[in-house]
Nanobody, 120 residues
Framework: QLQASGGGLVQAGGSLRLSCAAS????????MGWFRQAPGKEREFVSL????????DYADSVKGRFTISRDNAKNTVYLQMNSLKPEDTAVYYC???????????????WGQGTQVTVSS
């Protein structure tokens, strides 16, 4: 019940905004996270946001470039990605958890992923 969208091909230095729409049952009062997985690599944490939006966390690799936000009225979480780099290329997944955590295993609902490709 998580649907990620907004991925695409962009040149280095460009921007994309990812969206993740959820059913109310999946979204309600949950922490929402973004993760990514590049070919041949493990899935890694990118960012998370708490229910109220007051608590956010970012991986060091994206801090200052990515911004996470959520619209609880629309059951949607966003990831604004600026100053994109080729190393940001990956499939991006949104996920839901009851905990403010970076740990993948603590997220029990996952979207299908959206491909982000950054060309140099």
């Amino acid at each position: 019940q998580l649907q990620a969208s907004g991925g695409g091909l962009v040149q280095a230095g460009g921007s994309l905004r990812l969206s993740c729409a959820a059913s109310g049952r999946t979204f309600g009062r949950r922490v929402m996270g973004w993760f990514r997985q590049a070919p041949g690599k493990e899935r890694e944490f990118v960012s998370l946001i708490g229910w109220s939006g007051d608590n956010t966390d970012y991986a060091d690799s994206v801090k200052g470039r990515f911004t996470i936000s959520r619209d609880n009225a629309k059951n949607t979480v966003y990831l604004q990605m600026n100053s994109l780099k080729p190393e940001d290329t990956a499939v991006y997944y949104c996920a839901a958890s009851w905990s403010l955590t970076r740990q993948t295993m603590q997220y029990n609902f996952w979207g299908q992923g959206t491909q982000v490709t950054v060309s140099s």
